[in-house]
């Protein structure tokens, strides 16, 4: 299953990747919308399905961040690094 994250919704306390606690998304096989915690991307993610945001005409993709200390939290990976292409996404 492969999902595009259009939006992203933050915590009151900060603006980085750590303070993402929802996202919305689009399912790119049939269309369908919808919105998820970040655990549950969390949790998506690490079953094997492919999730990423648009930019520009490329995907990028979504991985899970697993810090040594507090939650897993998702970011974007590309060539090989962590980018910031969910944190450019709409908020809502």
Do not use: C
Request: glycine share 8%; no cysteine.
């Amino acid at each position: 299953m492969s999902h595009e994250i259009t939006a992203v919704h933050m915590s009151a306390t900060g603006n980085e990747h750590e303070h993402i606690v929802e996202v919305q998304w689009r399912n790119a096989t049939n269309g369908g919308t919808g919105n998820s915690t970040r655990s549950a991307m969390v949790r998506f993610i690490n079953e094997k399905n492919d999730v990423f945001v648009s930019a520009g005409s490329r995907r990028v993709a979504v991985g899970v961040v697993n810090p040594s200390r507090g939650h897993a939290y998702i970011r974007t990976h590309a060539d090989g690094s962590w980018t910031n292409n969910l944190l450019s996404l709409p908020r809502y």
